[in-house]
C-alpha cells in the first residue's frame, strides 16, 4: 500500500531492523517508546483498522497475540500490556493494524 509507514517498512523502503518476522506478521521496535520496553506487532498484509478484520481473519489477530505474548517472554519483562489503537479516536495514528506490546521489568 503507497504512502503507509508500516508497509514501506515491511518492505525495507524505510529503515527499520525487524525484532521478529514469520508468514504472517513482523515486529519492530516502537521508535517512540511509551515503556521500557515497546514493540509494534504488524502484519504483513494492509488492513487499516481491526475494525476491517474480515470472517476467518481472526486467526491473524490470535497469531498476533501469541508472537507478542512470546516476545515478551523473550524480553524477559515481568508485567506487560498488549494494545490495539482503533481509529483515530482511539488514538490509532498509522492505519495499518499493529499490536503494541509494552512491557516493566
Ligand atoms: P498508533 O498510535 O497508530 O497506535 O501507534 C503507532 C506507533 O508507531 C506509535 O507508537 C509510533 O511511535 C510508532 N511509529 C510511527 N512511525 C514509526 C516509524 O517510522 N518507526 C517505528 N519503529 N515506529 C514508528
Ligand atoms: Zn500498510
Known sequence: MA??????????????EKVYEDDLCFA???INPKAPTHMLII???HIPTISDLEEGQETLAGHMIK????????AGVEGYRLQF???EKGGQEVMHIHLH???WM
Open 28 to 30: 519492530i521496535n516502537d
Open 67 to 74: 508472537v507478542a505474548r512470546d516476545l515478551a517472554h523473550k
Open 85 to 87: 489503537n482503533v481509529h
Open 43 to 45: 502484519p504483513h498484509e
Open 3 to 16: 504512502d503507509c509507514i508500516f508497509c514501506k517498512i515491511d518492505a525495507g523502503e524505510i529503515p527499520s
Open 101 to 103: 506490546l509494552m512491557g
